[in-house]
């Protein structure tokens, strides 16, 4: 996958395979500068849309602090048990004693599994 460079709540839809691996990395910006992860918890979610109902937890890992580097993932097992209905996802940095922000958002395009 190749890195997606973008300023805090971007809006971004992601494509996903049924019981392939998704692994997406990030090069997080806010208002036209690096976002510094240090300190930060990330967290993301695919909700499906009709009822808000969890469809999977990414995974998370930051690969650079500084630079604002991080990366996405589900595995096959994971992305095989996601709703084929219209799906969005988000992603939030968690620090403490402050509020979230909210850093990406958008639709899930789902391809089923022909196998």
């Known amino acids: 996958m190749g890195v997606i460079v973008f300023v805090s709540a971007a809006y971004s839809g992601i494509s996903i395979e ?3 691996c998704f692994n997406l990395t990030l090069s997080i910006q806010k208002n036209g500068s690096v976002y510094n ?14 009822d808000d109902e969890l469809q999977a937890v990414f995974q998370t890992e930051i690969l650079s602090t500084g630079s604002g ?3 996405i993932s589900l595995d096959g097992a994971t992305t095989a048990a996601i709703d084929l209905s ?3 996802w988000d992603l939030y ?7 979230p922000d909210k850093l990406m958002y958008g ?9």
């Open 18 to 20: 049924q019981r392939a």
């Open 37 to 50: 992860l240090s300190g930060v918890n990330l967290t993301g979610v695919i909700r499906r849309d009709f």
């Open 69 to 71: 580097i991080a990366k």
């Open 86 to 88: 219209p799906c969005s």
């Open 93 to 99: 940095a968690d620090k403490e004693s402050e509020c």
């Open 107 to 115: 639709p899930v395009y789902l391809t089923k599994s022909r196998t």
